[in-house]
C-alpha cells in the first residue's frame, strides 16, 4: 500500500504526524524543517514523497510552500499515525476541504496563557521548550523557564541547535525558580516539569498557580561520550519537546475548562521520549 510505504520512513511518518497536529491550516517549508531539526534538501525530498502519495497538499503562498496534511488519505491509520486522532470528529475530517486555509499568524493577546517550565538545571530542556512553547505560540502563550539548582548558563548545545535553527538566543539564561515566587514575580497559569528530580523533589507551589503537569524527559547534558552521540542526544530531545509543544498550542486551550485541559497535557506528557519514571507518575 502506498500510503503504508510512504509512512514507513521514520522522517515522513513524523512530518505527518506534525502536519497532523497543525491541520487544516498546516506549516510552511521551513518551519516543519525548524520544528524537526531536518536540513532542507532531506525534507524536500520527503515532502515530496508524501505529497505524490496524497497525503500531503501544498499550496505557495507569497515566499512561503504551505503543506497541510490530507487526514482523508488516511482515516483508517491514524489510530496509530497520529498523537492527536480526529477520529472524534469524523464529520470534520471527511469534510476537510482540498484548499489549504491561511497560515496561523501572530496575535497580540491581552492575556496570553503564561507557562513556567521546570527543570533542574535549566540547561537544556527547559531552555528549549521555552523557546518553542514562545515561537509557535504565536502570542496565545508567553513561556518562561526556570530550574531548582540552575546552571550558570544554558548548556552550549543547547544554544547551539537552537540558534542554528533560527531561533532568537540572545536573552536566554539559566535562572532559579525562586525569580518566579515573589511578590513582584509574573503571574503564572501553568507550571510543567520536565525532570522527574524537579516533579518529584521540592518544587514550590507557585502562588496562584491552578494547575501543574509533567513532561518527563531524559537529561541531554547527562550523556557523555564523543561530540557526535552528545549532539545526537540534544537533537531527540529537541524533538520531543517539539512534539508535546506542537500538540499543545494547537489546542483551543482559550475555551476549555481546567477540568477539560488537565488530562489532555497530562496525555500529551505521556508521548514518545516520555521518562519510565514519568509514565510511572501518569499510570
Aim: net charge negative; glycine share 6%.
Amino acid at each position: 500500500m502506498a500510503l503504508l510505504a510512504a509512512l514507513a520512513q521514520p522522517t515522513r511518518l513524523e512530518i505527518f504526524r506534525l502536519l497532523m497536529r497543525y491541520r487544516p491550516h498546516g506549516l510552511a517549508a521551513g518551519d516543519i524543517g525548524r520544528l524537526l531539526a531536518v536540513a532542507h534538501n532531506t525534507l524536500s525530498t520527503h515532502l515530496g514523497a508524501l505529497e505524490q502519495v496524497g497525503l500531503l497538499i501544498s499550496r505557495r503562498e507569497g515566499r512561503h510552500v504551505i503543506f497541510a496534511a490530507q487526514a482523508s488519505r488516511a482515516n483508517a491509520l491514524l489510530a496509530f499515525l497520529s498523537d492527536a486522532c480526529c477520529t472524534e470528529r469524523p464529520v470534520e475530517c471527511e469534510n476537510m476541504a482540498a484548499a489549504i486555509p491561511a497560515r496561523r499568524e501572530f496575535v497580540v493577546s491581552d492575556r496570553p496563557l503564561r507557562v513556567l517550565v521546570v527543570c533542574t538545571g535549566n540547561s537544556a530542556r527547559s531552555i528549549m521548550a521555552e523557546a518553542v512553547l514562545n515561537r509557535e505560540g504565536l502570542g496565545r502563550i508567553l513561556a518562561f523557564s526556570a530550574g531548582s539548582r540552575p546552571q550558570e548558563a544554558p548548556h552550549p548545545l543547547a544554544l547551539g541547535l537552537l540558534d542554528d535553527l533560527g531561533y532568537d538566543i540572545a536573552a536566554m539564561r539559566s535562572k532559579s525558580w525562586d525569580e518566579f515566587l515573589g511578590s513582584d514575580a509574573p503571574e503564572l497559569d501553568l507550571v510543567i516539569t520536565v525532570c522527574d528530580d524537579a516533579a518529584e523533589g521540592d518544587c514550590p507551589a507557585f502562588s496562584g498557580v491552578p494547575m501543574r503537569v509533567h513532561w518527563g524527559l531524559d537529561d541531554p547534558a547527562a550523556v557523555s561520550g564523543p561530540q557526535a552521540a552528545r549532539r545526537a542526544a540534544f537533537l531527540q530531545s529537541y524533538r520531543d519537546s517539539t512534539a508535546r509543544v506542537t500538540a499543545f498550542v494547537n489546542l483551543p486551550f482559550e475555551q476549555m475548562r481546567l477540568a477539560e485541559l488537565e488530562p489532555v497535557l497530562k496525555a500529551i506528557g505521556r508521548m514518545d521520549g516520555a521518562t519510565d519514571r514519568s509514565l510511572e507518575r501518569a499510570a
